[in-house]
């Protein structure tokens, strides 16, 4: 380690010791990942203490991970030893620019960028349900290092807060309330938005002792997910590499599934009611298996010759027989808007809530039978699989 190296490392050191350290930023890379392009350090509040949170930035993703303080400086030594050849720090006492050449390092000093300091992530406003500043937003690249919604991600951080605000209504409404402890499966999770969300809100928010799975196909994204779990201190956040289909779920208060394509809601559907989890949230999409199915019934058949309104409708039977399966099966439904056309066309919310005393589906059954007799469905996934767990059952 050089002089100068030395010099930036102490001065990092003591910037946290002294509570004047605002940020930092690794550049100038040349080392072997040929997507890396730089990192971004900031302070975290995790259950082990303040952390050094780390910010990968790569070309198309980002990734994070946190350090003890010790450990976090002697990787900076480490990266500023063949790998990035510029650092910048900036505490409230002022600036060092590190440079590194291949004739030597300069250190240059400047006036404080920044007078005060952020309070660390996680010291949020009760107020809020979502925090901007949360470490899971920047590594999603929903804000930026400042806590600011990025401008192309408004409609996502719509969503994010719109989906909070849902769920925890629907708790507060269903037998989890009062519950000091939660177990949630996200099948489909996706890039984890909703999910970190969740788990941030019940975790840290409402401080229950909550465990969320995010359950993904894409095995790429679930590892990225869990690392950035892992990094900002969520513990008893996981993401696994999986199938809705294939997932063996048993044990689960709520299931969520947002946006699983066409049957997948169905498989999502099937494993909630079979694992009898207390609320269902699924938000279904791409809605094929009933389309090709349709004879209009005689009244229907010249305004179902328009396709768009042959999709619309075959999307609203879809919906409309799950919901009654799902009554069937025992659970109060409703169906509700997620978000507002303009954030995005797939807007439609199912939601079932277990009840507690079994009612008579005599009624349901026979309005099941009738919908799918007069436009001539002859296969529902849901369904299906519900009739092939009862045969079992048998």
């Known amino acids: 380690m050089t002089e100068n190296v030395e010099k930036f490392i102490t001065a990092f050191a003591d910037s946290l010791k002294r509570n004047t350290f605002v940020k ?5 890379y040349k080392g072997d ?44 030594g480490k990266m500023l030893d063949g ?53 899971y937003l920047r590594a999603l690249g929903i804000a930026t290092d400042s806590g600011e919604i990025r401008e192309k991600q408004h409609r996502k951080w719509t969503q994010i807060n719109r989906f909070v605000e849902i769920l925890s209504s629907l708790v507060e409404k269903s037998s989890l ?58 513990e008893k956040l996981r993401f696994e590499q999986g199938t809705i289909d294939s997932y063996e779920l048993t044990n689960v208060d709520i299931l969520i599934a947002l946006h699983a394509c066409d049957t997948a809601t169905d498989d999502a559907l099937f494993k909630a009611i079979s694992a009898k989890a207390e609320l269902i949230v699924a938000a279904p999409c791409c809605h094929q298996q009933v389309r090709p199915q349709i004879t209009p019934p005689a009244m229907f058949r010249d305004v179902l010759k328009h396709g768009v309104l042959l999709e619309r409708t075959a999307e609203t039977l879809t919906d409309g027989l799950r919901s009654l399966l799902l009554e069937r099966e025992g659970y109060a439904t409703k169906m509700i808007e997620f978000v507002s056309v303009e954030h995005t066309p797939k ?27 007069q436009f001539g469905i002859k296969n529902q996934r849901l369904e299906q699989l519900l009739e092939g767990e009862n045969a079992d059952a048998k």
């Open 24 to 28: 930092a930023t690794l550049g100038n």
């Open 33 to 76: 990942d040929p997507h890396l392009q730089r990192i971004n350090i900031r302070t975290i509040e995790t259950k082990k203490g303040l952390r050094l949170f780390f910010l990968y930035k790569y070309d198309t993703r980002d990734t994070a991970k946190n350090y003890a303080f010790d450990e976090g400086l002697e990787l900076i």
């Open 83 to 135: 790998e990035f050849f510029s650092g910048h720090l900036f505490t409230t006492d002022g600036d060092l620019q590190l440079d590194i050449g291949k004739k030597g390092s300069r250190l240059n000093k400047a006036k404080p960028t920044f007078k005060t300091i952020n309070k660390p992530v996680h010291d949020r406003e009760k107020e809020r349900l979502i925090d901007p500043r949360s470490p």
């Open 177 to 234: 309330k009062g519950k000091p402890s939660l177990s949630i499966v996200d099948m489909g999770a996706g890039k984890g938005y909703l999910t970190f969300a969740a788990y941030d809100y019940f975790a840290n928010t409402l401080g229950l002792d909550v465990s969320v799975v995010g359950v993904e196909a894409r095995d790429n994204l679930a590892k990225l997910s869990d690392d950035i779990a892992r990094a900002v201190g969520f």
């Open 347 to 373: 807007n439609n919310m199912l939601v079932g809530t277990r009840l507690t005393n079994a009612k008579d589906t005599t009624n349901i059954v026979a309005e099941i039978a009738e919908i799918k007799e």
